[in-house]
C-alpha cells in the first residue's frame, strides 16, 4: 500500500522541490487514470525532507488496473524531427511551431512600440489587446511551459530524450516501472528488472539541480573537466515532471 511518499533534502537548493511536485503530479495522474475521485494530495516539508501524502491509498491491486499515460509530455525541439510513434497532438510540445508564435507576438509588440501613430495611452491599449489576445483560446495561445521546454532542449536535449524513452519504450512494462517509482519514494525493496532503460543512471542537469555543474561539484572549482555528476532515472525524471508544472526560467 502506498500513500506517503518521502523526497530527502539532499541539495539545500530548489531541486528537491521540483522533486516533491513531480511526485505529487505522478500520484495524482495515477488516480485520474483509475478514475477515482475524491482524491486530495498534500505536499509538507517536514524539514529534512518532504513529504508528498494523499488522503486515500494507493494498493498493488489498483495498481494492477493502471493503464499507460504520459509521466513525461515528449518536446519536438525542431520542425525537422519526428514525434515518436503513438503520439497525438496534445501529447507533445511542439516548440518550433510556438516559437513561431512567440516571435510573432515580439514582431507585433515592437511594430506597437515603435508606432508613432500612437500616443502614450494608445500604445497602453495595443499591449493590452495583444496580451489579452496571448493568453486567449480563440488566440494563438502559447504554452505556458514553452519558457521551461525552450530550456530543456538546451540542457541538453539528449537526456530528456532517454527519460522520455524510458517509458515509451516500456509501455508494455509501465505498471513495474511505476510501482518502482513508488517503492523508491517509501523505501520499499526494488525487484531487479528483466528489461533494461534507455538511460538507468542519467547525468544530473543544472537546470533542475543548482548545485551540479562545472566547478560545483568537488573543492575545486577551476578544473575545466569536471562534469555534472550522475543521478538515477527517477528522481530525475520527477524533477523534469515537477519543472514543466511549476518552474519559472
Not at 509521466?71 to 511551431?97: C, H, M, R, T, W
Not at 524510458?166 to 519514494?185: C, G
Request: charged share 30%; with cysteine.
Amino acid at each position: 500500500m502506498y500513500q506517503n511518499f518521502s523526497i530527502k533534502k539532499e541539495s539545500g537548493t530548489y531541486s528537491e522541490t521540483l522533486e516533491a511536485f513531480g511526485v505529487a503530479k505522478l500520484i495524482s495522474n495515477i488516480f485520474s487514470n483509475l478514475s477515482i475521485q475524491g482524491v486530495q494530495i498534500k505536499i509538507e516539508d517536514k524539514g529534512s525532507f518532504y513529504c508528498v501524502s494523499s488522503n486515500k491509498p494507493l494498493t498493488n491491486e489498483l495498481l494492477d488496473n493502471l493503464s499507460y499515460f504520459l509521466i513525461l509530455k515528449f518536446i519536438k525541439k525542431d520542425a525537422s524531427q519526428e514525434v515518436p510513434d503513438g503520439l497525438l497532438v496534445n501529447d507533445y510540445f511542439n516548440y518550433p511551431a510556438q516559437k513561431v508564435e512567440l516571435d510573432n507576438y515580439k514582431k507585433r509588440f515592437a511594430e506597437i512600440e515603435s508606432n508613432k501613430l500612437f500616443n502614450v495611452e494608445q500604445k497602453k491599449v495595443e499591449r493590452k489587446k495583444l496580451a489579452e489576445e496571448k493568453l486567449s483560446e480563440f488566440g494563438k495561445k502559447l504554452d505556458a511551459e514553452f519558457d521551461v521546454y525552450r530550456e530543456i532542449i538546451k540542457n541538453p536535449y539528449a537526456s530528456f530524450s532517454k527519460l522520455f524513452d524510458n517509458f515509451h519504450q516500456n509501455r508494455d512494462n509501465f505498471r513495474l516501472l511505476v510501482k518502482e517509482i513508488l517503492n523508491y519514494y517509501t523505501d520499499q525493496p526494488i525487484a531487479k528488472r528483466s528489461f533494461k532503460l534507455a538511460d538507468e543512471k542519467p547525468t544530473s542537469q543544472q537546470l533542475y539541480n543548482p548545485n551540479q555543474g562545472k566547478g560545483l561539484n568537488r573543492g575545486k572549482a577551476n578544473n575545466p573537466s569536471m562534469g555534472n555528476l550522475d543521478s538515477n532515472w527517477i528522481s530525475e525524471t520527477m524533477k523534469i515532471s515537477g519543472a514543466l508544472d511549476m518552474m519559472v526560467c
